[in-house]
């Protein structure tokens, strides 16, 4: 299993920027994919995710009504489409994946939950 992450950037507030995650080995019948960011000196943060059994999906407070999942089965690719950035939501970004449904029902599990994790990407919000 594979997760490696892409699109990372510099951009102003109220930019936008679309994470992608690509994957590897997953069939996405079951399971959950999530997206974690950590900023320096904070602990890692759990983003939003998505249920592959009935696409059911968690976002956090933090970035709700601002950051979209989605999934393209065929390109086995998970995005993270983020925009109105803030200076905030400055940090690296993960891509984690879990084979359990549970670690993204009925809310998004803690980061050590998860098994896979890509290298993450950085994403720099600044004027």
């Known amino acids: 299993f594979q997760l490696v992450e892409s699109g990372g950037g510099l951009v102003p507030p109220g930019g936008t920027l679309r994470l992608s995650c690509k994957t590897s080995?997953?069939?996405?019948?079951?399971?959950?994919i999530a997206w974690f960011r950590q900023a320096p000196g904070k602990e890692r943060e759990g983003v939003t995710c998505i249920n592959n059994s009935d696409d059911s999906i968690f976002v956090s407070d933090s970035v709700k009504g601002r950051f979209t999942i989605s999934r393209d089965n065929a390109k086995k690719t998970v995005y993270l489409q983020m925009n109105n950035l803030k200076p905030e939501d400055t940090a690296v970004y993960f891509c984690?994946?879990?084979?359990?449904?549970?670690?993204?029902?009925?809310?998004?599990?803690?980061?050590?939950?998860?098994?896979?994790w890509g290298q993450g990407t950085q994403v720099t919000v600044r004027g």
């Open positions: 984690a994946a879990d084979l359990r449904n549970l670690v993204c029902f009925p809310t998004l599990t803690p980061a050590f939950e998860y098994t896979y």
């Open positions: 080995g997953f069939t996405f019948d079951y399971g959950a």
